[in-house]
T-cell receptor, first 113, second 115 residues
């Protein structure tokens, strides 16, 4: 059974810092790995999706990598801004076309101005 | 496009009452999902549908029923609400034809409090 873990649970950094959020999963037979952002009281917004055949994806200041052999994914945020403050969730799709997602518990990020 | 919408936004129920949560999407997506989000537990899949007229159980289906009579709507029902069903409920949809390339699109959530 796929399990997804995120470390740290919370992170506070000063504005401008580069930071890394970690996600680990137990089953390397993963269909894809996704990173979402959730603002307080809101739904989830997809940030990046890495297919099983890919190693990384980039969007603006965000870069996500996937290492299936070690069961890890990282989300790198460059030059953090206060607007990046949110909860970041990673989710793995164990396989199959239904794309059922297994979510981690998230990392709450606070970027201090 | 409105994307994925959920009705209601917030509801308070007494134990034993019933209610239906409505999810609607205007993107012609095949797949739809219902999740619940609880502190420290992350999002967990309740039920999902791979097309109109189909439903399937997710990770935590007990106490819930669903229906997908129309492609654009996915309803989540609680027949007899329990305090353990106090949670934030999220609906999501996905095209279904793009395989591993396509993400899920989430609604804004419904906050349910069962007293």
């Amino acid at each position: 059974k796929q399990e997804v873990t995120q470390i740290p649970a919370a992170l506070s950094v000063p504005e401008g810092e580069n930071l890394v959020l970690n996600c680990s999963f137990t089953d390397s037979a993963i269909y894809n790995l996704q990173w979402f952002r959730q603002d307080p009281g809101k739904g989830l917004t997809s940030l990046l999706l890495i297919q099983s055949s890919q190693r990384e994806q980039t969007s603006g200041r965000l870069n996500a990598s996937l290492d299936k052999s070690s069961g890890r994914s990282t989300l790198y945020i460059a030059a953090s801004q206060p607007g990046d403050s949110a909860t970041y969730l990673c989710a793995g799709a164990p396989g199959g076309a239904t794309n059922k997602l297994i979510f981690g518990t998230g990392t709450l990020l606070a970027v201090q101005p | 496009n409105a994307g994925v919408t959920q009705t209601p936004k917030f509801r308070v129920l007494k134990t034993g009452q019933s209610m239906t949560l409505l999810c609607a999407q205007d993107m012609n997506h095949e797949y739809m999902y219902w999740y619940r989000q609880d502190p420290g537990m992350g999002l967990r899949l309740i039920h999902y549908s791979v097309g109109e007229g189909t439903t399937a159980k997710g990770e935590v289906p007990d106490g819930y029923n669903v229906s997908r009579l129309k492609k654009q709507n996915f309803l989540l029902g609680l027949e007899s609400a329990a305090p353990s069903q106090t949670s934030v409920y999220f609906c999501a949809s996905r095209p279904g034809l793009a395989g591993e390339k396509e993400t899920q699109y989430f609604g804004p959530g419904t906050r349910l409090l069962v007293l």
